[in-house]
């Protein structure tokens, strides 16, 4: 097979950036000899394992990072990656050499062997769409994984997925509002081959108007909403889904008035009440969706004030627990929360990846201790109601906490270790505890916490604090994002802890933007070494034309790429 003949240029800026760079924790081993102890005691070098062995070896791994740690170690391993086995690599926190190089080397060259792609970064993507003679090869893509898209990007990338007859699996989810959300969604239900559809795209208020010209039949069987959706969307939506399995909506609400009339819809529902009422629910399913199995609801509304508002609310709810609802196994919970005026309701399902601990009496009752239980993402929102609970999430990956809980009580109801992202919303959280659950919980990629944390922190903790140089060394982030406004003073205390930080999403005064470049983007860089992501965030404009007179007036190496998403900054190095 011909390949791409090598650019010594790109390859030189490549393995330069090795010498300072990891990636997710994974070390590049170049010249590097592995040796593993068997069974019976006996020591072997990783190399003389069998071709066979090592393609196994390889399927635990990301195609990319298998790549990046073994392409260059020496040609017996470079030309495993010529086999004809199909790729499946997911593209997230890499810098801009590293896409080139593995661009050059797989992504061109063996475009026709890649069955799965995820990519979770605004540069890559549009380089992608850039690269047309590329997207073409895509003969045995199957599942598309898009995230972090910016809205310009949505329409071109259903465009060149529309020829990949082969694609059965989509998710995409966009990090600015949608417009034209309803042509977008036409357009992916005209996709021939695809089954499962996961979208979010936040839209607009007053942008749900729309008209199509066909009828679009979709193949669709699992469509997943996790952005806010009207009823009436879903209403008008799902006529063109007949094959339809699984739905699942993370957000439903009510239209807002005026109505906006949907071109070509049946007449839409008034009453907020009456907008997820059980009996129409109950015909659209028998009538659009015959083959439905799976039916996830989550609706938030206003509570019912007068008592007649009060009266069909309640109405309204029971209609759920109906025969029709218990033959198919869909059961329903109702939250009210009379301090915010609003109320939720929403489905239990033994399907759902998401466990809400809310205030509600009734969540008491809890899964049992078993590794059945299939809850990815544990979400806990009141202490006092999860110290009752008994329930136990084996499988948990994801924890958000919204008030703090010391970490000695989190062991009692998940396994700190298998945790890869963590959700800190609490303003007040002491530090102490953060390093504590930083240290339990080891294979952390990803964390989300507000800048109030460090605000306890003095400026000798660095040196004179042993847990937190022992985390500093050993936690494996790569993604840090931080709310709220950051202080100057606090980043060293940021980037010394999350040192590995390759994607870093910070809030701030533009005042101090100028400090904070000067912190992390010098070249020399040995603060944060391995950054390549700087998504910044302010409510000032023009905050572009500031870091552009701050980088040339700092002689700042020009390899960094910048773009504008919403009021989000972007650079990419």
Known sequence: MERVKRSQSSDKVYHDHLKRTKCDGIAFVMNTKFCYRSSLGKSSVFEQLSNEILYEIFEYLDHYHAFQCFYDLNQRFRNLFYSKLPINTHLRSISKAEFHYYLTHTIIPDADRIQSLQI???????????????????????????????????EQIIDCLSSMSFLSSLTLSSIAKVKNVNEICFRIFRLSSLKYCSLSLPTLRKSVSGSITEDPTSPIECLIIKSAVYIEQVSYFLSFLPKLRRLSIDHLTAMPSPLVILENSPPPICSIYESYDAYNWEQTIRNSMPYLETFDLEYVHHMPVSEREQDEYHESISKFYGSF??????????????QFEIGVFYSRSLHKKRYDLLFHESLRTSWPLSSKNPMHHVYFRSIEIMKESTSYFPNATHLTLTEYLNVNDLHEFLPLQRLIELTLTPLKFPFEQLLKLLQFAPNLHKITLSCTIFDQVEDNLIQSNELFQNVSKTNMITTVIVHRTIVRCKLPVITTLFSRTRYL????????????????????????????????????????????????????????EMKTIGRNLYLWC
């Open 325 to 338: 609802w218990r033959e198919h196994g869909w059961f329903f919970e109702r939250q009210d929360y009379p």
């Open 505 to 560: 999403s910070l809030h701030l005064h533009k005042e101090i933007l100028r400090p904070i470049i000067l912190h992390l983007l010098p070249a020399s860089n040995s603060r944060i070494p391995y950054l390549s992501t700087l998504c910044l965030s302010s409510q000032q404009n023009n905050l572009m034309k500031s870091l552009q007179t701050i980088m040339k007036s700092t002689n700042i190496l020009p390899e960094y």
């Open 120 to 154: 979770s970064h605004p540069f890559v993507v549009e380089l992608f769409l850039s690269l047309s003679c590329v997207m073409t090869k895509f003969t045995r893509l199957s599942k598309v994984d898009i995230h972090m898209i910016s809205v310009d990007s949505i």
